[in-house]
């Protein structure tokens, strides 16, 4: 199977899989991009030639080369390039393209290893103030917007694909969002907590904020109509309001710059310090493993400060 030939049938496979957008656009611009240059310089044009000493022989060619502006690739872009064709060999493998299944055995570069970083509770009241103050032109838009960032931990293409429907109240009076994640897997995320009523805010937002004149059913549309209607925000979209809005609440530079992974991060960090479980913040927050959850309780001093003043030695 030619090398090319097998990309393309790896990316469809992988969008009827309902894969987000930017995977496949990472598949494309790995596979076919520095993996491709390498395949090609090394006789390796077609999947059967690849074989455990092929794959390390790329990682060793990309540690080495450097980008279009003369900078060695860091460690998390090799890890990227690894991630991506060690998938694309297992697919290959499955299909009976791929011979030597000994490529798959192969290791990856190592990662530094880095906690998740959160927003402080002062930056967290300076973006959503300065967020909240925009109602007069977004209707209120991306106050609520950022709000639902911090207070119930989505990623952006998960922001993107709300709708109206998806705010619903259960038999027993409780205010929920329906979310739908990765693979288009549904979870259930609470609105609420016994000191912040946080449904009505998104309410008030559909019933006097939100476009009336519209047919579309998102959550989160565009500030202004485009052609007939407005747009649904896109999840680039989403960023450039969060970098828009730290910007005007002075959380610039790469210390303290609040992007919408930012306050993912934030609202686990909170939820945890405010006595949820791992088990419950990995639910809410869509994780597959508890491994993933696992880096927030890492990432919180404060308990492990409390244990040793409770220490009796």
Not at 48 to 65: I, M, P, S
Not at 123 to 146: C, I, P
């Amino acid at each position: 199977m030619r090398w090319d030939d097998a990309v393309e049938e790896f990316i469809a496979t992988q969008a009827r899989r309902l894969r987000a957008q930017r995977t496949l656009d990472n598949h494309r611009w790995v596979l076919m991009g520095r993996v491709k240059e390498y395949a090609d310089g090394h006789g390796l044009t077609t999947v059967d030639r690849w074989d455990a000493g092929a794959f390390e022989g790329f990682q060793h060619d990309l540690a080495e080369v450097t980008d279009a502006e003369g900078r060695p690739y860091s460690a998390s872009t090799q890890h990227i390039h690894y991630r991506n064709l060690r998938q694309f060999l297992r697919f290959c493998a499955e299909r009976g393209y791929l011979q030597d299944t000994s490529a798959l055995t192969v290791r990856g570069p190592r990662l530094p290893r880095q906690l998740p970083r959160s927003l402080t509770p002062e930056e967290e009241r300076r973006l959503l103030a300065v967020a909240r103050a925009g109602g007069g032109r977004d209707g209120g838009r991306d106050g609520v917007l950022v709000e639902l960032l911090l207070r119930c931990g989505l990623r952006p293409f998960e922001v993107i694909r709300l709708c109206v429907e998806d705010v619903f109240q259960t038999s027993k009076g409780d205010w929920l969002l329906r979310v739908y994640g990765k693979g288009h897997k549904e979870r259930i995320v609470p609105l609420d907590t016994p000191r912040c009523a946080f449904s009505r805010v998104v309410l008030q937002y559909i019933d006097r904020q939100r476009p009336k004149d519209t047919r579309r059913h998102e959550l989160f549309l565009s500030a202004r109509r485009r052609g007939d209607d407005y747009q649904p925000l896109t999840a680039s979209g989403v960023g450039q309001i969060i970098d828009r809005l730290c910007e005007r609440s002075g959380l610039h530079g790469e210390a303290v710059k609040a992007y919408a992974y930012r306050l993912r991060h934030t609202f686990a960090m909170r939820a945890l310090e405010a006595g949820a479980g791992p088990h419950e913040v990995r639910r809410a927050m869509g994780h597959e493993t508890f491994a993933m959850t696992m880096r927030y309780l890492e990432a919180t001093d404060d308990d492990l400060i409390a244990a040793w003043k409770r220490r009796s030695d």
